[in-house]
Every structure is written in structure tokens, then in C-alpha cells.
């Protein structure tokens, strides 16, 4: 079991009388013990509240657009069916993406190709477990790339289905598939959509079988029809989309896909400031920013603000901004130590010693800025910074003029890259894979971009990767699904029963692995079916000392 997000019950009597309240973590917040399926049982009305964190993220954009470019911008006054987010779309292009940024959806916007708006409503509630445990993934696809013809039972369903080319896919289609074609009544088909609710766990199912396939075959629908009918209602009882929450959902895939094509950073800026939510971290956001060719500055005592912000880029191009860190995202840093840093660095003055005396931090967020290296405009490099700031904590500034530390070697490269992850989670100067890439050319081991241009379908290559989702679907019959990611790109991985059984500890356990398979391309859709893996993680650890530039 796990706490809803929100919501609330409705009942005649006070609701301390018929369930168990307990308090809440969060201040003047309850709990109601009983889970969702009691409430039903006990015939209570329980209405959800969801908290969506893509709306604060819309907000945020909105903000930053108007500030910075002058322009008032809303869900509503976006501009409708815009091309170049579509293609982007299509492009699988949807890091960040309400509700498409997922390993299943970045798969499917190749395949499904949206182009306008209701594609999106289908895109969103075409990859729940409900149309894909009702086989009705493929036919969909099949007949909207015009390889399989679109048929209807009877003219009568044909006005049920034909906006979704004879395959049902929302929960309402569903409906009015048993009263059109069985005979049910308009109650008798809002039982039908309880029981769907409840099959998982109840299989309230079974006692409309015999009912709908009596009323098809009245109405001379075939057995095998109200078979395949049944069993796509069974795959709903799984969960299914109505057609009411794909549009409202869709409308924030649309306003996130918009800001994303046209104001990548300022969008980025908004996602950043609004974690936890979706899918992905700070790193995998900022890194993808980054492959976008936009440009992202380090977190930094002088420029940064609390929060992740905006300054101007140095293109000098009409609405070109840059990304600044924030402090925020320094581990182990509140607001409360930062708060004289912001409100008196203007004044300062610019030497790091006497920066650090004037501006008055704690020594705990002297360490944990310089870990950051957010000393990085008044000191060469963190180790020259860290003994400057050790003597200032044994001898303050009017007891020596700590003018410098002088030749203390710099960090490598690989120090950095350690330190940039353990500070704040992600380097905007190397990829842990940059790093190691000249051993794995020579062992054969292709960048993800390589295995994307150079590898057809079928053929066999090597790559290494951190992992950075693994998901494993109940309707996945077993199978394994995992992302790789080097310094290019990302990689999709399928992992067959068999493997995972095999080498279920590092396909669980490990961080960076290698992994041998071989290609299976559709369309723009790419896998490297695994066939071995190799836990790489330790290459991680000795990555520093195999790059020390110290001497």
C-alpha cells in the first residue's frame, strides 16, 4: 500500500465514526487507513485530487518566457497543431514530455507518428496495460500505416470505433460496444466499467460473459466477435484510458512538447525547479539540454541563484539564453546557509579569500560549495580552493594576507568528473564514457551514436552504458527493459527472460555495464537485443587513478 497524492471522502455521518483517520507527515493533513477498494465496498464517495507536477513546470516556463522575452503565454494561447513540435515528436524527442518520456512512449511517438492533437490523446492512452494486454497495439498501428485495412463489425459499431480506425482504445468505446452491440442497457454498461475496475481484483468480469455474448449473438455478431470483444475488455480491466482524461492529459503533452521545441531552456530551467516529478533527474534533463547544443553554466558563487535560472547567451541571437546552476543543487546546502552568499556577494570583493571573510558562510558550506567547485570565478581549481579556505579557518584574513596557495597541482579530469557527482549530481565537463573512450575503441565497443548510423538490421555490436532506467512491465511477458546511456546518447535494451534469469545480479546491481547483443531496427525504433553483459561499475572507481594528473 502506499499514501494517494490527495483527495477526499464524502459520507453522511463524520467519517472518524466509520473509518480510521491517522495524521498525516505533513501539518493539519490525514490519512484514511482503509485503501480505495474499501471505501468502494462500503459505498463511501472517495474523490481524487491529483497533484501534477507538470503544471507547476507549465507555470514556471510561462514565467521565465514573459520575464525574458516579453511574450504572455498560456495552455490556451499556444499556438494550435504547430509542425515543428509534432516532428519533434515523431523524432522521439520527448525528454521531459508530460506523459510521452517514458521508455514504452518514446518508443511508440516513431511508430504512432502523432500529427495533430487527438494523436496525442491516443498516444497517451494507447500504451496503458488495458489496449495492450487487449491486442490492440499492433491492429491500430498496422491500420494507421495503411498495411491492414480498417473494417468494422457492422455500420452500428462503425460510428463507436471510427475514430480510433475500428480498434477500441479508450474505456468508453468499450461501453458502448456492449450496449450497441449486446444489448446493454446504459446502467448494466456502468457496471460493466466497475467491474473492468475491480477485474484484477475480484474478477467481476465473468458475470457479464455470458451476457454479452448472448446479446451479440442476437444481434448476429459472430462467436469469434464477442470472444476478441471479451478478452479486450478483460486487457481494460488491466487499466484503460477514457477518452475525457487522454484529452485533458494530452493538452499538457502538447503545451510541454510546444515549450520544449521553442524554448528548450527556459522549459528545462522550469523542469529543473519543479524535481522531483516525470521520469528523469536533474543530470539526464541537463544533459539532454546539452545535446541540444544549448548551453548550461556551472553552479557559481557570483552568478547563481538559489534556483536554476536564465542569463543571457553568448550568441547574442534573439531569445538566446543560457542555463545557470542553481545553488540548489549543491548536496547538503540549505537555503539558510546561502541566504548572506545572495544577499551580500554584490559587494564583496573579488579575491577569494577576502570574498569568503566578507560574505560571512559557515565553514560546512565553505566545503560544500568548493565540492562544487562554485569557487571556480575567484580560485583556479577546487584543490587551490581547499587549502586557500583551510588557512582562512586557522588564520583569518587579518593575520595573513592568504593572497594565494601557489603551485598546487590542479585536479584531473577524472577528480572533477568524481566531484562534479558526488556535489551536485551530474559534469557539465565529461561524461564518465568521454573518459574512458579511447580503451573502448580499441575493444570494439561503439558509442551509441556509432551503433545508430553504422549497425543494420540484425548485426551485432558492443556497447557500455550507465544504466539509467530498467523497467520490467507486468505485460511484458517477463522481459526486461533498460536505457544506456554514454557520452552520445541513449540506448534502448531488451533484456529476454532467459538472460535476466542468467545474469539477474548485474542486470539488477550494476551501474555501468557492457553489453553484447544484436540489432533490431523498425523504422526509427532501435534495439540491441541483449545476448551477454558484463558489469563494468568498478571502471568507475579506477577511472581517477588510471587519469590522475598528478605526478
Not at 513546470?57 to 522575452?69: C, E, G, N, P, Q
Not at 565529461?430 to 556509432?450: C, D, F, K, Y
Request: charged content about 20%; hydrophobic content about 40%; overall charge neutral.
Amino acid at each position: 500500500l502506499s499514501q494517494h497524492v490527495g483527495g477526499f471522502v464524502i459520507a453522511e455521518d463524520p467519517l472518524h465514526t466509520l473509518v480510521p483517520i491517522e495524521n498525516a507527515a505533513m501539518p493539519d493533513r490525514t490519512v484514511i487507513q482503509w485503501d480505495k477498494d474499501d471505501l468502494e465496498s462500503l459505498g463511501l464517495l472517495k474523490v481524487d485530487v491529483l497533484a501534477l507536477g507538470m503544471l507547476s513546470a507549465l507555470r514556471r516556463s510561462f514565467d521565465l518566457i514573459k520575464a525574458w522575452h516579453r511574450i504572455e503565454l498560456t495552455p490556451s494561447t499556444l499556438p494550435a497543431e504547430d509542425g515543428d513540435t509534432y516532428t519533434m515528436l515523431q523524432n522521439a524527442d520527448a525528454i521531459g514530455v508530460f506523459q510521452v518520456e517514458s521508455r514504452a512512449q518514446l518508443n511508440m511517438l516513431p511508430r504512432l507518428k502523432p500529427a495533430c492533437f487527438y494523436d496525442l490523446a491516443i498516444e497517451v492512452a494507447i500504451v496503458r496495460p488495458g489496449p495492450i494486454q487487449g491486442g490492440m497495439v499492433n491492429p491500430y498501428l498496422r491500420r494507421r500505416e495503411g498495411t491492414e485495412p480498417v473494417v468494422y463489425p457492422s455500420n452500428d459499431l462503425k460510428a463507436v470505433l471510427e475514430r480510433t480506425l475500428g480498434v477500441p482504445v479508450f474505456q468508453e468505446q468499450v461501453m458502448q460496444i456492449a450496449m450497441v452491440a449486446a444489448g446493454f442497457s446504459p446502467g448494466e454498461a456502468d457496471q460493466l466499467r466497475r467491474a473492468m475496475a475491480a477485474w484484477g481484483r475480484r474478477g467481476d468480469l465473468e458475470q457479464f460473459q455470458q451476457r454479452l455474448y448472448l446479446g451479440m449473438s442476437e444481434r448476429g455478431y459472430s462467436e469469434e466477435f464477442a470472444e476478441s470483444i471479451f478478452n479486450q475488455i478483460k486487457g481494460f480491466g488491466a487499466y484503460g484510458f477514457p477518452e475525457s482524461h487522454a484529452i485533458s492529459f494530452a493538452l499538457l503533452t502538447y503545451s510541454s512538447a510546444y515549450l520544449k521545441c521553442h524554448y528548450p531552456v527556459e522549459f528545462c530551467c522550469a523542469l529543473l525547479n519543479s524535481l522531483p516529478m516525470g521520469f528523469y533527474s536533474a543530470d539526464d534533463l541537463i544533459q539532454d539540454l546539452i545535446r541540444h547544443n544549448k548551453e548550461v553554466r556551472p553552479v557559481c558563487v557570483l552568478n547563481s541563484e538559489w534556483e536554476y535560472s536564465l542569463e543571457p547567451g553568448t550568441s547574442g541571437r534573439y531569445r538566446d539564453v543560457a542555463l545557470r546552476a542553481g545553488l540548489c543543487s549543491v548536496n547538503g546546502l540549505s537555503y539558510a546557509d546561502i541566504q548572506p552568499l545572495l544577499q551580500r556577494r554584490k559587494q564583496a570583493p573579488k579575491s577569494l579569500a577576502a570574498f569568503v571573510e566578507y560574505i560571512g558562510i559557515n565553514r560546512k558550506a565553505q566545503q560544500q560549495l568548493n565540492r562544487a567547485n562554485a569557487f571556480r570565478a575567484l580560485s583556479p581549481n577546487r584543490h587551490q580552493t581547499h587549502w586557500t579556505l583551510m588557512g582562512l579557518s586557522s588564520h583569518p584574513l587579518e593575520e595573513s594576507d592568504h593572497s594565494g596557495v601557489e603551485h598546487i597541482p590542479a585536479p584531473s579530469a577524472a577528480d572533477n568528473l568524481v566531484a562534479d557527482y558526488q556535489s551536485v549530481g551530474y559534469s557539465l565537463e565529461h561524461h564518465p564514457l568521454a573518459l574512458m573512450r579511447e580503451s573502448l575503441i580499441q575493444r570494439g565497443v561503439l558509442t551509441v551514436a556509432e551503433w545508430k548510423a553504422r549497425v543494420a538490421n540484425n548485426g551485432r555490436a558492443r556497447l557500455m552504458g550507465l544504466i539509467k532506467t530498467r523497467q520490467r512491465p507486468g505485460s511484458a511477458a517477463g522481459v526486461m527493459f533498460m536505457t544506456l546511456e554514454d557520452e552520445t546518447g541513449h540506448a534502448n535494451i531488451v533484456v529476454w527472460p532467459k538472460l535476466l534469469e542468467k545474469q539477474r545480479r548485474i542486470l539488477l546491481g550494476a551501474k555501468l555495464i557492457e553489453v553484447r547483443g544484436k540489432m533490431q531496427r523498425h523504422d526509427k525504433v532501435l534495439h540491441l537485443i541483449a545476448e551477454h553483459v558484463t558489469d563494468q561499475t568498478d571502471s568507475l572507481g579506477q577511472l581517477r587513478y588510471k587519469n590522475r594528473a598528478f605526478r
